[in-house]
């Protein structure tokens, strides 16, 4: 969403894809990959216009976003047409509203508490991240945070 509404705001199309079909014909794909149980081919990574990350790829070491994407506001009607063509599917509206119902975002990053099951092991610190001006959307009722540890930093 933050992508999406970086690009947008530089006057860029963009089209959310849900699939890999068609790639080579748009100027520039983001993959992002939360999951390391989640499949790409290594084929579609090499393609010369695709540009990836996540944790799913690059595990504890992903790459951050640039500074300017990190900290624009979110696209929150990027997945609309997904969310319609689900309902359209006869999937109930209210399985679909994390994408509907809520700002989301991070009030802090990092932890240091290096548990077991968490990918989130870089760093030793939590940090402030963003206000939550930066992602709060004021139509939307609820906000969820994302945050790996929230208490862990002292404010």
Same mark, same amino acid.
């Given at each position: 969403?933050?992508?999406?509404?970086?690009?947008?705001?530089?006057?860029?199309?963009?089209?959310?894809?849900?699939?890999?079909?068609?790639?080579?014909?748009?100027?520039?794909?983001?993959?992002?990959?939360?999951?390391?149980?989640?499949?790409?081919?290594?084929?579609?990574?090499?393609?010369?216009?695709?540009?990836?990350?996540?944790?799913?790829i690059f595990y504890d070491n992903a790459?951050?976003?640039?500074?300017?994407?990190?900290?624009?506001?979110?696209?929150?009607?990027?997945?609309?047409?997904? *969310?319609?063509?689900?309902? $359209?599917?006869?999937?109930?509206? !209210?399985? #679909?509203?994390? /994408?509907? +119902?809520?700002?989301?975002?991070f009030l802090t990053r990092d932890c240091?508490?290096?548990?077991?099951?968490? *990918?989130?092991?870089?760093? $030793?610190?939590?940090?402030?991240? !963003?206000? #939550?001006?930066? /992602?709060? +959307?004021?139509?939307?009722?609820?906000?969820?945070?994302?945050?790996?540890?929230?208490?862990?930093?002292?404010?």
């Amino acid at each position: 969403m933050k992508l999406s509404g970086y690009h947008k705001a530089r006057g860029d199309e963009v089209t959310l894809k849900t699939d890999y079909d068609n790639l080579q014909d748009f100027d520039k794909v983001y993959i992002a990959k939360v999951f390391t149980k989640t499949k790409v081919d290594d084929k579609i990574l090499m393609l010369s216009n695709i540009q990836y990350g996540g944790t799913g790829i690059f595990y504890d070491n992903a790459p951050s976003l640039p500074v300017e994407v990190e900290h624009c506001a979110p696209d929150y009607s990027l997945y609309d047409g997904y *969310v319609q063509a689900q309902v $359209d599917k006869g999937m109930k509206s !209210s399985a #679909l509203k994390c /994408f509907t +119902d809520y700002s989301i975002g991070f009030l802090t990053r990092d932890c240091f508490r290096k548990c077991g099951f968490c *990918v989130n092991k870089k760093y $030793d610190y939590c940090a402030i991240h !963003s206000p #939550l001006e930066e /992602f709060y +959307d004021s139509r939307r009722k609820k906000i969820m945070l994302l945050d790996d540890n929230i208490l862990a930093h002292s404010e």
